[in-house]
């Protein structure tokens, strides 16, 4: 049995680039730097070496991502490793290992990824899904329009009723 499983965080090397196939496939491919760190022998200290990985998501979910996703957000991917061989026109043979994502995860908010200069969209209302596909804002509330304040719901303890033995888990 083997399992080809990868989960690796870190931030993007470079803006996303979305592509078509001639079928009308999206394909999106990306670049993920991961560090590693090893004592330095010399030295004693530790440091950290980068690994850049090369990520690619195909289908529908390529093109949502690519609005979500900028060079230098922090991410996390969940995926399986694809073995890629070819030739190249003078007749050299290249090969490469990337991952093809399954799952994405934002870790950085889009204040935070987003280039000088670049639009921010209105956060309220905001979340970050875990699988990937956007979640769209809520629209900026008109600035007369008053606030309703939030409260956080009161937790009320179990009964002495529950016990253990009744939880299925």
């Known amino acids: 049995m083997s399992i080809n499983r990868v989960n690796i ?3 993007l090397t470079r803006d996303p680039e979305l592509r078509a196939t001639a079928s009308g496939s999206q394909i999106l491919s990306f670049g993920v730097a ?3 760190r090893r004592r330095n022998p010399q030295t004693g200290e530790w440091e950290d070496y980068p690994n850049f990985v090369d990520c690619v998501v195909f289908g529908a979910r390529a093109e949502p991502l690519s609005r979500f996703l900028s ?3 922090k991410v996390a991917v969940e995926g399986k490793l694809r073995y890629s061989s070819w030739e ?4 050299q043979r290249r090969s490469k290992l990337e991952v093809v994502v399954d799952e994405v995860e ?3 908010s ?3 990824q987003a ?6 969209a209105p956060q309220q209302g905001y979340q970050q899904p875990a699988y990937g596909a956007p979640v769209a804002a809520a629209p900026a509330p008109m600035a007369a329009a008053p606030q309703p304040s939030y409260q956080a719901p009161v937790q009320t303890p179990p009964s002495n009723e529950v016990y253990d033995e009744d939880i299925p888990f």
Request: glycine share 16%; no cysteine; net charge positive.
């Open 9 to 11: 965080s870190g931030n």
């Open 34 to 36: 991961v560090n590693d």
């Open 71 to 73: 060079k230098g957000a």
């Open 88 to 91: 190249t026109k003078d007749g």
């Open 106 to 108: 934002f870790l950085s």
């Open 110 to 112: 889009r204040n935070q």
């Open 115 to 120: 280039p000088a200069g670049a639009y921010q």
